[in-house]
């Protein structure tokens, strides 16, 4: 692991100012950070087994059974774990094909993924195929863009979903790409695609002023950035025009991050989006450290990716 | 008065809305592997298997043969891959369209993102044409008029991707704009219908091929795009396409 780390110091000048006598008390401050663990996959498209030793590209890589392993491990180390999926779960291998997404849901819940967006491809066999499938799915869904009134998927998925862990409150709403000229209509039937920057600046309202979330994340299913159509709204786009979203979980374009994109937002803050690829190949982990805010002199915060 | 009102009513909300009792110190990001390095969980395997069993009885008997690893990637206008599998449709689907109706197939145009996965050099199996082939789309042939048949071109030229096609040849010029087009080896005549064969996603508008879908007949001919690619690899037996000059840009 030759991956390079950088440290970026936000508000530089103000937390050299604000820090002024708290250097020594500062040692003791590291031990009652709060820790929660953000981990997270997109993309997964039925991937449930490992590639195969002969496979051209991802020889003897992904495999469910071994993320298993890993996500157990990560939550044995910090119990205050959220696993999260940005969509595509659905469409790939033939598990998809022969048992229509039960497989999947049900792996997902044994692996205990808390929560879940919507992607294109989970439309693939109807938004019926997608209903008849929930019941094998103990984790929610959450879409704040997407409006069901008119289907079956009507009050089965919520805009946002909130957790408290070891006192930490977190909000964590979900945003789909398009349907028009990506999903056959017949498929998504009545679904109604609303703006996802207006929709996301009013969820970051409600989780921050009304539900007084410490966290806020995005589960998106947007893609990542479309360089020859920057006016696409994609994750980057969706960053930079929204306030208080902390974090980003992308989907959709298959884009392989190395580490987590740091972008301002339009308050000028920092907001990380992250995206693992496609199949199963990574897990994504975000460790976001929070301090009790009267111990909170200087409002800097150290990013390490 | 109001005015006044709502500036405290705004106060009181700025200062409530800072009632977070934490808030961020420190972020740590990373990405995990998922590798044969890692331990696979015994209950999930188990949990998998008899489904896994079920699902490689019917897909692992080899039905051809692969000279090359071949990509979606590996091309400009045009790539192996593509070429194959609009060549595939071409071939599979004319008998079929042939004899419902006496007439043929003038050309294939299929989506360069409708190729889910590579072919890697060695034994091919149904399997692989899941993987290529995961969605159910069947074959659909449309009647296009010489407009239509312009909008197709304009489009090809403009996307500047390498969309699957067949028994079309399409040079552009080095501006991207048409330098000449060809279907089955003779110039469009745009007074003509033709007959283009793609995928039912293709013709409810994915992908933006808006000009599939015209007001003329369209012939469904339930055939899934999937299965002919299972048919094609057991009539062919070797599978060796090449990047060729069928979509291409030159040069000066």
Same mark, same amino acid.
Do not use: W
């Given at each position: 692991?030759?991956?390079?780390?950088?440290?970026?110091?936000?508000?530089?000048?103000?937390?050299?100012?604000?820090?002024?006598?708290?250097?020594?008390? +500062? &040692?003791? %401050?590291?031990?009652?950070?709060?820790? @929660?663990?953000?981990? %997270?996959?997109?993309?997964?498209?039925? !991937?449930?087994?490992?590639?195969?030793?002969?496979?051209?590209?991802?020889?003897?890589?992904?495999?469910?059974?071994?993320?298993?392993?890993?996500?157990?491990?990560?939550?044995?180390?910090?119990?205050?774990?959220?696993?999260?999926?940005?969509?595509?779960?659905?469409?790939?291998?033939?598990? &998809?094909?022969?048992?229509?997404?039960?497989?999947?849901? =049900?792996?997902?819940?044994?692996?205990?993924?808390?929560?879940?967006?919507?992607?294109?491809?989970?439309?693939?066999?109807?938004?019926?195929?997608?209903?008849?499938?929930?019941?094998?799915?103990? &984790?929610?869904?959450?879409?704040?863009?997407?409006?069901?009134?008119?289907?079956?998927?009507?009050?089965?998925?919520?805009?946002?979903?909130?957790?408290?862990?070891?006192? @930490?409150?977190?909000?964590?709403?979900?945003?789909?790409?398009?349907?028009?000229?990506?999903?056959?209509?017949?498929?998504? =039937?009545?679904?109604?695609?609303?703006?996802?920057?207006?929709?996301?600046?009013?969820? +970051?309202?409600?989780?921050?002023?009304?539900?007084?979330?410490?966290?806020? @994340?995005?589960?998106? !299913?947007?893609?990542?950035?479309? =360089?020859?159509?920057?006016?696409?709204? +994609?994750?980057?786009?969706?960053?930079?025009?929204?306030?208080?979203?902390?974090?980003?979980? *992308?989907? %959709?374009?298959?884009?392989?991050?190395?580490?987590?994109?740091?972008?301002?937002? +339009?308050?000028?803050?920092?907001?990380?989006?992250?995206?693992?690829?496609?199949? *199963?190949?990574?897990? *994504?982990?975000?460790?976001?450290?929070?301090?009790?805010?009267?111990?909170?002199?200087?409002?800097?915060?150290?990013?390490?990716? | 008065?109001?005015?006044?009102?709502?500036?405290?009513?705004?106060?009181?909300?700025?200062?409530?809305?800072?009632?977070?009792?934490?808030?961020?110190?420190?972020?740590?990001?990373?990405?995990?592997?998922?590798? $044969?390095?890692?331990?696979?969980?015994?209950?999930?395997?188990?949990?998998?298997?008899?489904?896994?069993?079920?699902?490689?009885?019917?897909?692992?008997?080899?039905?051809?043969?692969?000279?090359?690893?071949?990509?979606?990637?590996?091309?400009?206008?045009?790539?192996?891959?593509?070429?194959?599998?609009? $060549?595939?449709?071409?071939?599979?689907?004319?008998?079929?369209?042939?004899?419902?109706?006496?007439?043929?197939?003038?050309?294939? /145009?299929?989506?360069?993102?409708? /190729?889910?996965? /590579?072919?890697?050099?060695?034994?091919?199996?149904?399997?692989?044409?899941?993987?290529?082939?995961?969605? $159910?789309?069947?074959?659909?042939?449309?009647?296009?008029?010489?407009?239509?048949?312009? $909008?197709?071109?304009?489009?090809?030229?403009?996307?500047?991707?390498?969309?699957?096609?067949?028994?079309?040849?399409?040079?552009?010029?080095?501006?991207?704009?048409? #330098?000449?087009?060809?279907?089955?080896?003779?110039?469009?005549?745009?007074?003509?219908?033709?007959?283009?064969?793609? #995928?039912?996603?293709?013709?409810?508008?994915?992908?933006?091929?808006?000009?599939?879908?015209?007001?003329?007949?369209?012939?469904?001919?339930?055939?899934?795009?999937? #299965?002919?690619?299972?048919?094609?690899?057991?009539? /062919?037996?070797?599978?060796?396409?090449?990047?060729?000059?069928?979509?291409?840009?030159?040069?000066?």
């Amino acid at each position: 692991m030759n991956r390079r780390k950088f440290l970026q110091q936000t508000t530089a000048a103000g937390a050299l100012v604000g820090l002024g006598g708290l250097t020594l008390s +500062s &040692f003791k %401050h590291d031990n009652i950070l709060k820790r @929660i663990t953000i981990l %997270h996959t997109n993309d997964v498209h039925s !991937h449930i087994d490992p590639f195969s030793a002969s496979d051209g590209r991802n020889a003897n890589k992904g495999g469910v059974a071994r993320r298993a392993t890993l996500i157990e491990s990560i939550r044995k180390e910090n119990p205050n774990t959220l696993l999260l999926d940005a969509g595509d779960i659905f469409q790939g291998t033939p598990y &998809f094909n022969y048992y229509g997404g039960e497989l999947e849901f =049900k792996l997902m819940s044994m692996l205990k993924y808390d929560l879940a967006t919507i992607g294109n491809h989970d439309f693939d066999n109807g938004i019926d195929g997608l209903y008849a499938q929930l019941p094998n799915a103990k &984790f929610d869904f959450v879409s704040a863009n997407y409006d069901f009134k008119n289907t079956v998927l009507d009050t089965h998925v919520k805009p946002y979903k909130t957790f408290n862990k070891n006192g @930490i409150k977190i909000g964590v709403f979900g945003l789909g790409i398009e349907l028009e000229g990506l999903v056959g209509k017949k498929l998504y =039937k009545e679904t109604v695609y609303n703006n996802p920057i207006e929709i996301a600046q009013d969820m +970051s309202r409600i989780l921050k002023e009304e539900q007084k979330c410490d966290l806020i @994340i995005c589960l998106s !299913h947007l893609g990542y950035y479309y =360089k020859n159509n920057p006016e696409i709204v +994609s994750d980057l786009v969706l960053a930079r025009q929204t306030k208080d979203i902390d974090l980003i979980i *992308g989907g %959709h374009t298959h884009t392989f991050l190395p580490k987590p994109t740091i972008e301002k937002n +339009s308050k000028g803050e920092n907001v990380l989006v992250n995206q693992v690829g496609c199949y *199963g190949l990574y897990l *994504g982990q975000i460790d976001f450290y929070f301090s009790p805010n009267e111990e909170k002199k200087a409002k800097g915060t150290t990013i390490i990716v | 008065m109001k005015s006044r009102l709502i500036l405290i009513l705004t106060t009181i909300l700025f200062i409530t809305s800072c009632k977070q009792d934490h808030s961020i110190n420190k972020i740590v990001g990373k990405r995990n592997s998922i590798t $044969d390095s890692l331990q696979t969980n015994k209950d999930i395997e188990a949990f998998i298997k008899p489904y896994r069993q079920s699902v490689n009885r019917d897909l692992d008997s080899v039905i051809a043969y692969s000279v090359n690893t071949i990509a979606k990637t590996d091309g400009e206008l045009n790539t192996a891959i593509g070429n194959f599998m609009a $060549d595939a449709v071409l071939e599979m689907a004319n008998p079929v369209f042939n004899k419902r109706t006496t007439k043929d197939i003038d050309m294939v /145009i299929l989506n360069h993102g409708g /190729i889910r996965s /590579i072919i890697s050099e060695g034994n091919i199996t149904s399997r692989t044409a899941y993987e290529v082939m995961p969605f $159910d789309n069947s074959v659909v042939v449309t009647t296009m008029k010489g407009q239509q048949v312009k $909008d197709m071109l304009d489009f090809l030229a403009t996307k500047k991707r390498a969309h699957p096609i067949s028994n079309l040849k399409l040079t552009l010029n080095n501006d991207y704009s048409i #330098n000449s087009a060809l279907i089955a080896g003779v110039e469009i005549d745009y007074s003509k219908t033709y007959h283009v064969a793609t #995928n039912d996603y293709l013709y409810n508008g994915g992908s933006r091929m808006h000009f599939l879908k015209t007001k003329d007949t369209l012939y469904d001919l339930d055939y899934k795009i999937r #299965n002919l690619l299972i048919d094609y690899f057991k009539k /062919i037996d070797t599978l060796k396409p090449t990047i060729d000059d069928r979509f291409i840009r030159l040069k000066d």
